[in-house]
């Protein structure tokens, strides 16, 4: 079965600097890989999709790649504030195009000042 | 565009009660609202999907009987914890898929503490 694995559990770094999170899937390749943010006791927030034919996709200072080879993705956060911290939580679909998703435990990232 | 609410954001219960938690998409239809259940520093579990006007499908090791779903409208899911116990104490999220929209598309509630007494 599908497993995402999001190894670090959390990362911290200063302000201003570049965040890389990393998602690794075990099994198929998805279709496409997912995104979000979570703040404490909330829901998750989309951020990014990207789809298995993409290698890159960005959106004001995130950027998102996708490597159906090593079985990867990174999420990068440039010049990083500490209104950035949260945690980030990767997903990926399975069963077809149900849209049901797996989604990894997630990396806190705390930006300090 | 796109919120989906939830309510009430914390409950605590006691144990053998059922506790009732209520699922809303407020400017969109959803054909589609699926349940997860998250532990503290787990990720987000899918319980189960459920289609307007049909019965739920509940994944693999989810009881039917205790986590009772009706999807009675577009617009209104609702999830029932039945004789809810102490391990059930969990965050429980909904999200909703818009009719007609691309099936990766989900939009997350903010989720309901369930404390369990």
């Known amino acids: 079965s599908q497993k995402i694995e999001q190894n670090s559990e959390a990362l911290n770094i200063q302000e201003g600097k570049t965040a890389t999170l990393t998602c690794n899937y075990t099994?198929?390749?998805?279709?496409?890989l997912q995104w979000y943010r979570q703040d404490p006791g909330r829901g998750p927030v989309f951020l990014l999709l990207?789809?298995?034919?993409?290698k890159e996709k960005r959106k004001e200072r995130l950027k998102v790649t996708f490597d159906t080879t090593l079985k990867q993705s990174l999420f990068h956060i440039t010049a990083s504030q500490p209104a950035d911290s949260a945690t980030y939580l990767c997903?990926?679909?399975?069963?077809?195009?149900?849209?049901?998703?797996?989604f990894g435990k997630g990396t806190k990232l705390s930006v300090k000042p | 565009g796109a919120v989906v609410s939830q309510h009430p954001s914390r409950v605590i219960c006691k144990s053998g009660t059922s506790v009732k938690i209520e699922c809303r998409s407020l400017?969109?239809?959803?054909?589609?609202m699926f349940w997860y259940r998250q532990f503290p520093k787990q990720s987000l579990m899918l319980m189960a999907t459920?289609?307007?006007?049909?019965?739920?499908?509940?994944e693999q090791g989810v009881e039917k009987d205790k986590f009772l779903i009706n999807h009675a409208s577009l617009t209104l899911s609702t999830l029932t914890v039945t004789s809810a116990h102490p391990e059930d104490s969990s965050f429980y999220i909904c999200?909703?898929?818009?009719?007609?929209?691309?099936?990766?598309?989900?939009?997350f509630g903010p989720g309901t503490r369930l404390t369990v007494t």
């Open positions: 999200s909703a898929r818009e009719s007609g929209r691309a099936f990766y598309e989900q939009y």
């Open positions: 099994n198929y390749s998805p279709a496409y």
């Open positions: 990207i789809r298995e034919n993409e």
């Open positions: 997903a990926v679909n399975y069963g077809g195009s149900q849209g049901n998703l797996i």
């Open positions: 400017d969109f239809q959803a054909t589609t």
């Open positions: 459920s289609n307007e006007g049909s019965k739920a499908t509940y």
